[in-house]
């Protein structure tokens, strides 16, 4: 009988913000798969270790940072092929992933590979966008506004329209964009609504309002908040400019 | 010393989706407060039950059903009144929340009352949003796509407005409008890209394509997913009519 595979959101970033079922999980799964970059540590493996009882098997997927055209199908097929083994001899494999899996993850590239020839199942995680609106004290969406997730790679129109047609944003995928995205916001009025966020829930987060970040890029694991709504009381919160 | 406050999110629904810090905090604090609505039992209450070591004060805020116009300020004064004596009184006061508190939770109706003069911990949870997505077995969102959450009581001037600016939408609030939204879904031609999701991750989970939902009325704990993305193997799976 094959083993289980499982897609495994561990939030984002706080070992204690992964959720019960995950923890268990770890305790017991005999294969663990997870993203690294060609350089440095692993984030959702540095999440996992506190959890692991050691002794299990690894599979790292390397994915070289400057790949330019997502998804790097060999980098998936390989990862695929390797998961898939330990699958057909009956162990399960919990493919570890920062935040939710499903959440603009990486791990859709498993998924779509695996998940018609095994038994899968996505365990949903903290994502970075609840942890930055909790983080900033400041609610992400309320009543019937809209709210809008933006990638910031998006061109300036399109970035334009889509910020215009919501009533409250979370802009990812900011990094070199940064000074692009800020004087956007910035002539679409709303620099005084916009919260930075960083690593947020992690010893090194950094939130400050957007007008007030000194740098020119943004890491990887950084984020955008507006909100437009029209809460006197958001916008007399700490943080805010307004 | 006043006591701290804690908003506490609990996750979608299965206790194990809790979160170990929230899991922490329930097993120690004094006084519980939680939204229950004026006839049957508290959603979030439930949630957090096989966590709470029992002897706890318990604070139940009661909000009518039928309140036209929330949100309804003389149940959050009077609950803000009770907690506050308690925070005065040193005793940390955590708020029970259903998914995430900062999104789209009634939370922010007791931490705009709060946050300003008592130390305050809004603690993210998974958002029942990740959780359809997870147990419907598609991704939210992936690479750059614009996701948007569309709270279903807009016009259908707004609907399509919105609809038509996003590449997946999660649409939330369903219940008496149900049938206006398959309607105009499906004038949008969408239908084939969207599935219907309600009490995700609980024991009477359901899940099916939007198409084939027999009645006409959706219970508050619903939300449809559509996926615009032209990944074929996503319409390809399981509950995709495509």
């Given amino acids: 009988m094959s083993g289980k595979l499982y897609g495994l959101g561990l939030g984002p970033g706080d070992p204690d913000l992964i959720t019960l079922k995950a923890h268990k999980i770890l305790q017991g799964v005999p294969v663990i798969a997870w993203p690294a970059p060609d350089t440095g540590p692993s984030f959702a493996r540095a999440i996992a270790a506190p959890h692991l009882p050691g002794g299990q098997v ?18 998936y097929d390989k990862a695929s092929v390797e998961i898939s083994a330990h699958l057909d001899a009956g162990r399960d494999v919990a493919v570890l992933c920062e935040g939710d899996p499903f959440f603009y993850g990486s791990f859709m590239y498993l998924y779509e590979r695996l998940a018609l020839g095994y038994d899968t199942e996505v365990v949903p995680g903290v994502s970075s966008m609840m942890a930055a609106a909790s983080a900033a004290g400041r609610p992400l969406a309320a009543r019937n506004d809209v709210l809008s997730v933006v990638p910031g790679p998006l061109s300036d129109e399109e970035l334009t329209n889509r910020i215009n047609a919501a009533d409250a944003l979370a802009i990812i995928k900011i990094g070199r964009h940064f000074n692009r995205l800020r004087a956007l916001i910035e002539k679409l009025n709303l620099l005084p609504q916009a919260i930075y966020t960083e690593r947020v829930s992690l010893g090194s987060e950094r939130l400050m309002p957007l007008a007030e970040v ?5 890491p990887y694991f950084s984020m955008i908040l507006i909100y437009k709504g029209g809460e006197d009381w958001i916008h007399a919160l700490p943080g805010s400019k307004a």
Same sequence: chains 1, 2.
């Fill in 58 to 75: 690894e599979i790292p997927i390397v994915m070289p940072m400057r790949t330019e055209r997502f998804p790097a199908r060999e980098v």
């Fill in 214 to 218: 000194p740098e020119n890029t943004a």
